[in-house]
């Protein structure tokens, strides 16, 4: 079972901070198999920590959706075209399957052997019986499935058309029903019975069997190799010998090559969906050059995903990684409103009004009695400052001031220090495009059935806006049509002032409300608000309950 420690879309500094934090808590009470990821890029400022404090970023994950590799079974068993059908038939009993995916000599994937096609071709329907004594199979080959050994001649390897024939009847109708075949590479299946095999050495067969283990008249044996027929002795009677050189057979000759194939890659449902109109119960799984990589049974499709989520720094699901839905939700640890998670189980759900989650991930630390190492100390303090505005947020609360002298001290870190390390990296307004600027930590929100996205950037100062005023107001513009969005703003904050401005694209009914000072269209001045979640948040939804209800 795998555990993924995930923050949300877009993520921000302490959404990549907690879930690293958290994965390694897990892994140091002993959970095996965690893994912290992000559902989404990382930013100059959180390049800058992980680098600083000598930490791998998480890994990226853009969707959890199940895919045919959580189930398929990559140990494929597979048969060659070239094996005789016997063997391919001992395959499917032992693993007890229905089929068997064909492959060449460079393990690319020519079809399907079902057990349906191979019963058709040892029981064919009574009138097209007498067609399987024809059986294309090399002599090696055919010699090999009864076990039989070379008495004189040539065991060739080389497939042909060959002709089973049971020398059973009395010799003057035996030269008779012989001479019918003389066009056939004829293999000729009898017991003791040496005026038949010498008439079948007269008439060069290919070769004779003799079967019932019996000995061999020498003077027999000697015309054959003077005649050059080969012969072959058999360990079984005659109906036996005949019945298993019938499974001599190429697989080639039985494949089914129009089937249905999936990748790795593709999504379960998708690939449900296909192999619910399919008779076949196996499908093989493709790589990109169409070579095996693994297979696919209808019983697979029921398999449990050994995959669990454990979200830190968001609990809606709007905000959560594509696929999230369709994985058990084991944990959720955040600082963030509510938004209408329900779950089957009860679960761990820590949320806590503090000013990061990289706070509470502190105290969790604190709480199992587990030392913080040192980077993890590190990236903890970078969580907490990046969201609290260096302490400076309204969000903050005492217990995050605590939390983050604690951390100095076990990272060696100023906490002053790094604050100011952290906001001079990679000023948004000069390092992203416009669109980038409004979407790189922007959060989707849903309320009464509006929709709208808020997004924030945080800088040193405002001195670089006005320059892309425009841009950013055209970016808010093009996603807000895109998305069919109520609104779409973003908050841009000056830390060292303490005060954010607010572009907002929206419907002119929702603009009417903000009743901030404006300072130009679609810009208002949000004098001591820096917080998203605690400030701009609530406000919004202030102005969208005034916002008339036909617009509904
Ligand atoms: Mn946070």
Known sequence: MQTIVIGHRNPDMDSICSALAYAELKRLTGQKNVLAARAGNTNERIDFVLKKFGVEPPALINDLSPRVADVMQPHVVSVRADSPVYDAIQLIDQKRMRGLPVVDASNRCLGLLSAFKVSHYLFPPREKAA???????????????????????????????????????????????????????????????????????????????????????????????????????????????????????????????????????????????????????????????????????KSDFLKEIPRQLILVDHN?????????????????????????????????????????????????????????????????????????????????????????????????????????????????????????????????????????????????????????????LAALDATRQRDGLLFACLLVTDINDQSSLLLVQGADEFLRTIDYPQRSPHIWELAGVVSRKKQLLPYLLHCLAQVRTSLR
């Not at 390897?157 to 056939?184: H, I, N, T």
């Not at 994985?327 to 009860?346: A, W």
Request: net charge negative; charged share 20%; glycine share 8%.
């Open 131 to 297: 067609n399987a004594r024809l059986v294309t199979a090399s002599l090696a080959d055919i010699v090999t499935t009864f076990g039989g050994t070379l008495v004189t001649g040539v065991l060739s390897a080389q497939p042909a058309e060959q002709l089973l024939m049971v020398g059973a009847m009395a010799q003057d109708s035996f030269g008779p029903r012989l001479q019918g075949y003389r066009e056939k590479s004829v293999i000729l299946f009898v017991g003791d019975r040496p005026h038949i095999q010498a008439l079948a050495i007269a008439a060069r067969v290919h070769a004779i069997v003799v079967t019932g283990d019996v000995a061999i008249d020498e003077t027999i044996r000697a015309a054959a190799e003077a005649a050059g027929v080969t012969m072959i002795a058999s360990p079984h009677d005659t109906a036996t010998s005949v019945l298993l050189a019938r499974g001599a057979v190429r697989v080639e000759r039985m494949i089914e090559g129009d089937y249905q194939s999936f990748h790795a890659d593709t999504l379960l449902d998708d690939a449900r969906h296909l192999a619910a109109q399919s008779a076949a119960f196996i499908f093989p799984v493709l790589d990109d050059h169409g070579g095996l990589a693994g297979i696919l049974s």
């Open 316 to 472: 809606e699901l709007t905000q959560a990684v594509r696929g999230a839905d369709k994985v058990p939700i084991i944990e959720i640890i955040d600082h963030h409103k509510l938004g209408g998670f329900s779950s089957d189980t009860p679960i761990l759900f820590w949320n806590n009004p503090v000013g990061s989650t990289s706070t509470i991930v502190a105290l969790c630390y604190q709480q199992l009695g587990i030392p913080v190492p040192a980077p993890i100390a590190g990236l903890l303090m970078s969580g907490i400052v990046a969201d609290t505005l260096n302490l400076t947020s309204p969000t903050t609360t005492p217990v995050d001031c605590d939390a983050l002298n604690r951390l100095a001290k076990i990272a060696q870190v100023n906490s002053d220090e790094l604050a100011t390390e952290i906001f001079c990296v990679g000023s948004p307004l000069l390092t992203m495009s416009p669109e980038q600027a409004i979407s790189a930590d922007a959060k989707p929100y849903e309320e009464n059935g509006h929709t709208f996205s808020v997004a924030q950037i945080e800088e040193l100062t405002f001195a670089h806006f006005d320059e892309k005023r425009d841009a950013l």
